[in-house]
């Protein structure tokens, strides 16, 4: 005596017994004892509730993967951005070297000496103008006047020298 049973039956509890020990299943051409029934159901829950369990973790371990990864990342733009910041650095360098080298030695150096001579001389000659126009005595003058009255202190010192011998 076999019966069909739909898949319905097998939402019912572990605990639930049919009349009948065999059960045919739609659309299968074998018969399957309920005992052999009760342990795929048993498995499948044992299953369900395997993956209930893992599927709970996910958020966990998708959290812990997405950290890493974002550690990772991070540590890959930092190790890139100081590559190009020394790349930088060292054009830089290169370019800064290239430009004092140019100026240095370039014919813009050249102007550059040769205004800084023309305007020194153009200063010069400023002032001197402007001193001869004041009555002011210039340094060659006043180291002359100094000779002057060294020769004259020296005299004076000989005179008294004579007077009290």
Do not use: C, N, Y
Request: hydrophobic share 40%.
């Amino acid at each position: 005596m076999t019966r069909r049973i739909s898949f319905d039956a097998l939402r019912l509890q572990r605990s639930t017994r049919f009349p009948l020990g065999k059960v045919e299943l739609p659309g299968r051409s074998s018969v399957i004892t309920i005992d052999a029934l009760e342990t795929r159901l048993h498995r499948l829950r044992l299953t369900a509730e395997r993956l209930d369990r893992e599927l709970r973790t996910v958020p966990r371990r998708a959290r812990e993967r997405g950290d890493a990864l974002a550690r990772e990342v991070q540590g890959q733009a930092e190790t890139r951005l100081r590559e190009a910041r020394e790349r930088a650095e060292s054009l830089r360098d290169r370019v800064v070297a290239g430009v004092e080298s140019t100026l240095e030695t370039g014919p813009v150096a050249t102007r550059v000496e040769s205004l800084r001579k023309q305007v020194g001389d153009r200063i010069d000659a400023g002032v001197e103008r402007a001193v001869a126009a004041l009555p002011v005595a210039s340094r060659q003058e006043v180291a002359r006047l100094q000779r002057k009255l060294d020769r004259m202190q020296r005299k004076l010192r000989a005179m008294e020298k004579a007077q009290s011998a």
